[in-house]
C-alpha cells in the first residue's frame, strides 16, 4: 500500500507565492517520476511539473519561470514552489509518483489533492 499525502495549498492574492509538498510513504522500493498535476473546474487534469530520480525536470509552458518543482529522495517528498501566481493558476493541485512497490510492480499513484485558489 502506498498513499501520497499533499500539503501546502490554500488562497492567495495574485503576484503572491505558495509552496506545495508532498510525502510519499508505504511499502516502496523506489520513485522514478514525481511530479504536479492540476485542474480547474470543468477542464482536464494537466501536467504542470515532473522531476524524475535523476533530477530531469519537466514544466508545462505556461508555469516556466514562476514554478519549481524539487523533490528529496531520502525523504522522500517532492516540491513545488510557486511564485508569481495567477488567478488562471487556481486550480486542485494533485501529487502524482511513478512508483516501485516492494513486490516490484510499478504504478502510478496519485494524491487526493490540495486547493490553490488565486483571488484578490
Known amino acids: 500500500q502506498v498513499q501520497l499525502v499533499e500539503s501546502g495549498g490554500g488562497l492567495v492574492q495574485p503576484g503572491g507565492s505558495l509552496r506545495l509538498g508532498c510525502g510519499a510513504s508505504?511499502?516502496?522500493?523506489?520513485?522514478?517520476?514525481m511530479g504536479w498535476y492540476r485542474q480547474a473546474p470543468g477542464k482536464q487534469r494537466d501536467l504542470v511539473a515532473s522531476i524524475t530520480s535523476g533530477g530531469t525536470r519537466n514544466y508545462a509552458d505556461s508555469v516556466k519561470g514562476r514554478f519549481t518543482i524539487s523533490r528529496d529522495n531520502a525523504e522522500p517528498t517532492v516540491y513545488l514552489q510557486m511564485i508569481s501566481l495567477k488567478p488562471e493558476d487556481t486550480a486542485v493541485y494533485y501529487c502524482?509518483?511513478?512508483?516501485?512497490?516492494?513486490?516490484?510492480?510499478?504504478?502510478?499513484?496519485w494524491g487526493p489533492g490540495t486547493q490553490v485558489t488565486v483571488s484578490s
Open positions: 508505504g511499502s516502496i522500493l523506489s520513485i522514478n517520476r
Open positions: 502524482n509518483a511513478l512508483i516501485t512497490t516492494s513486490d516490484y510492480r510499478e504504478s502510478d499513484y
